[in-house]
């Protein structure tokens, strides 16, 4: 059975950082993309970033130049790594991994909260 687990949440300062971690275990064929994702409340799951298996990156715009995304494919784990954080980033954050197969695994979640 297929396990994801997020880490790294908790409550931080606006300006601060946060580096958020999501390993999964079980047996997963063929890892393609692997991606975060928030949901604040009262409003929709929105992607924050995803990285390919060939290392391309995509991020949402609200997020480009203070957030990174990043991958260990020995681990099966991705990162996200989240620098001047910002009220308006608090929310619920959720790993998903995609397979070439089609294949979907989200995790729980992981809050993050930002004080002004």
């Known amino acids: 059975q297929v396990q994801l687990v997020e880490s790294g949440g908790g409550l931080v300062q606006a300006g601060g950082s946060l580096r958020l971690s999501c390993a999964a275990s079980?047996?997963?064929?063929?890892?393609?993309?692997m991606g975060w994702y928030r949901q604040a409340p009262g409003k929709q799951r929105e992607l924050v970033a995803v990285i390919t298996s060939r290392d391309r990156t995509n991020y949402a715009d609200s997020v480009k130049g203070r957030f990174t995304i990043s991958r260990d494919n020995a681990k099966n784990t991705v990162y996200l790594l989240m620098n001047s954080l910002k009220p308006e980033d608090t929310a619920a954050y959720y790993c998903?991994?995609?397979?070439?197969?089609?294949?979907?695994?989200w995790g729980k979640g992981t809050l993050v909260t930002v004080s002004s």
């Open positions: 998903k991994i995609s397979t070439s197969v089609g294949m979907e695994y």
């Open positions: 079980g047996t997963i064929f063929s890892i393609n993309a």
